[in-house]
């Protein structure tokens, strides 16, 4: 029975993928070596041959013909006697080569053998996917949840290969159930525990730029290149491309014919909405587009700081902005600048700021204003109760009061 335990062992073996010939002999007669150097001392006089498409081996060993009553080490030598029983014409001083039955070993000696055998195989399996996984960092791949937890998702790959998809690393919005196919990005590969650890990611701004390549061939083959991609996961990205051949439009061929190529980016990624900026070393104009869809009237730089007033029409603020402070948030990232948006042609003697009705309003309500790039009270009587309940995540009934309490201070 531990025969053919051990033969299963082999065939399981050697039924693994990505190993090559020579490495599954070595490691095989390895195994086997250090059995025969347990329990005769030494392997050196042992033939070990391993037939890997038929699934089996063979042990030979080779002993010296002595005189029966000089023998020193019955591992090493034979008897003239015992010789003969094997073949008459053998005689003093020279090498017998016999089999070495298996069944010999006992059953002790199986069973170590075939757990060593088990092991070397396990770490033959976790050495090539730790490689394989080590050179695919970057890459999308595709793998079947199997296994959805609290802070993780266990997903299988085509080889049933386990990876890792940690809560931190996905959309906010995604959902997912056993069964479900999921697309991610390899982002870090790392042993632990003599275990591979493979995390994969759905938030990581290169998961968005592995989309592009597939879904437009100009990225793919290096007609457009993606220059920065800044992105809040599931809610907004801002990607800046450039193209080296005049007749290639970067951002046309982004978006596609009716958004036919970024439209499955979006779905992809759970409706996140994504800018595709041309890039341009231009300062002003990058940073003029990077603020879209607001139009900004005029920019002053300080490049030593690194930041930029953006100057615009009171009704462009909250473009500029965006809600919750999202788009110029990503504008900063992709520029490397930090923007200050002020309204154009507003005196600031007219008008006051809004932190000075902190004892007639709440707190809370004056963050939500500001998020949408309402800092006076001039800014919020601007804009109307409806643009405000679309701009922030306030009621009509509140932003109606609030309105009210601002009036009063200019009558």
């Known amino acids: 029975m531990e025969n053919i335990n051990l033969i299963d062992t082999f065939s399981e073996f050697k039924e693994l993928k990505n190993i090559d010939r020579a490495t599954m002999i070595s490691v095989l007669e390895d195994v086997f070596r250090s059995m025969l150097q347990k329990i005769f001392g030494t392997d050196e006089n042992f033939d070990v041959i391993i037939n890997i498409d038929k699934g089996d081996f063979e042990i030979w060993r080779n002993r010296e013909v002595v005189d029966d009553n000089n023998i020193e080490d019955s591992n090493l030598q034979i008897s003239l006697s015992e010789a003969k029983k094997i073949d008459e014409d ?11 039955k298996f069944a010999d070993f006992g059953r002790r000696a199986i069973l170590a053998l075939r757990q060593n055998l088990t092991a070397r195989i396990l770490d033959l399996e976790k050495n090539n996917v ?14 079947e949840v199997y296994q ?24 906010p919005s995604d959902y997912f159930r056993k069964g479900d196919s999921i697309r991610a990005v390899v982002i870090r590969v790392e042993m632990r525990n003599n275990t591979p650890l493979i995390i994969l990611s759905r938030t990581s701004p290169v998961f968005l730029e592995r989309l592009f390549e597939l879904e437009v061939p100009e990225i793919f083959d290096g007609l457009i290149t993606i220059k920065k991609i800044v992105r809040v996961p599931g809610e907004r990205a801002k990607v800046a491309v450039e193209s080296y051949d005049e007749r290639i439009d970067p951002v046309g061929a982004c978006v596609g014919m009716k958004g036919s190529r970024i439209h499955g980016i979006v779905r992809e990624l759970k409706n996140e909405n994504i800018d595709v900026i041309n890039f341009t070393n231009n300062i002003q104009l990058f940073i003029t587009r990077a603020l879209s869809p607001a139009k900004i009237t005029s920019i002053k730089l300080n490049q030593e700081n ?9 009704n462009e603020v909250s473009l500029a902005i965006g809600k919750g402070g999202l788009n110029i948030k990503l504008a900063s990232q992709l520029t490397g600048y930090e923007i200050d948006v002020y309204r154009e042609g507003t005196s600031d003697d007219e008008d006051v700021n809004l932190e000075e009705f902190a004892d007639e309003i709440d707190s809370w309500i004056l963050d939500e204003l500001k998020a949408v790039g309402c800092d006076t009270a001039k800014s919020v009587l601007e804009l109307t109760v409806k643009d405000l309940v679309k701009r922030t995540d306030l009621e009509e009934e509140t932003i109606a009061e609030v309105m009210k309490i601002l009036r009063s201070e200019f009558e």
């Open 90 to 100: 053998y005689e003093v001083g020279e090498d017998v080569t016999d089999e070495v």
């Open 130 to 143: 730790f490689l394989k996984y080590s050179d695919r960092i970057g890459e999308i791949i595709t793998g």
């Open 148 to 171: 959805v937890w609290k802070r993780e998702i266990l997903v299988l790959d085509e080889e049933a290969n386990e990876l890792i998809l940690p809560k931190s690393e996905q959309i």
């Open 306 to 314: 690194k930041t930029a007033e953006v100057y615009l029409k009171p």
